[in-house]
């Protein structure tokens, strides 16, 4: 028996380790390819080399915040972004989809929520 591999490819930018984790196992547990990044500069390259189906992003990173990585992305990107963080105030989320988020689901988050929201944005995508 032949194992599959995965035909679609996640990008996780996220800087706490337990959130990255969970990510990795719920994106690869939903059948992507899973490469992470820790902060913000490091996932725009990750981004620009792999050319991701779908990319997490957390807002605070140490070094440039979410919005601007965000921005950097969709210079050069179409990927589906969804920012995942704990910042709930409405103009948090007004800039996370002027910055170029496709989805932005507050922390903490339930995984199937999650799998639903990327597979509803790609469905609509046509991905």
Same mark, same amino acid.
């Given at each position: ?5 995965p035909s679609?490819?996640?990008?996780v930018?996220? =800087? =706490?380790d ?12 939903s059948?992507?390819?899973v490469?992470t990044?820790?902060?913000g ?12 189906d ?7 990173l140490?070094d ?10 969709r210079?050069?990107?179409?990927t589906?972004i ?6 709930a105030?409405?103009s ?9 988020? =496709?989805r932005?689901?507050r922390k903490?988050f339930?995984p199937?929520?999650?799998r ?9 995508a046509?991905v």
């Amino acid at each position: 028996m032949q194992i599959k591999e995965p035909s679609r490819t996640a990008v996780v930018i996220e =800087d =706490d380790d337990d959130v990255r984790d969970l990510l990795h196992t719920v994106l690869t547990g939903s059948g992507f390819l899973v490469h992470t990044a820790p902060a913000g500069l490091a996932g725009v390259e990750m981004v620009r080399r792999l050319m991701p189906d779908v990319v997490t992003l957390d807002v605070g990173l140490p070094d440039i915040d979410g919005f601007e990585v965000a921005e950097r992305i969709r210079r050069f990107s179409t990927t589906f972004i969804v920012m995942l963080t704990a910042r709930a105030a409405p103009s948090d989320e007004k800039r996370g989809f002027e910055a170029g988020a =496709d989805r932005y689901l507050r922390k903490p988050f339930r995984p199937a929520e999650l799998r639903r929201h990327i597979q509803d944005g790609m469905a609509a995508a046509g991905v």
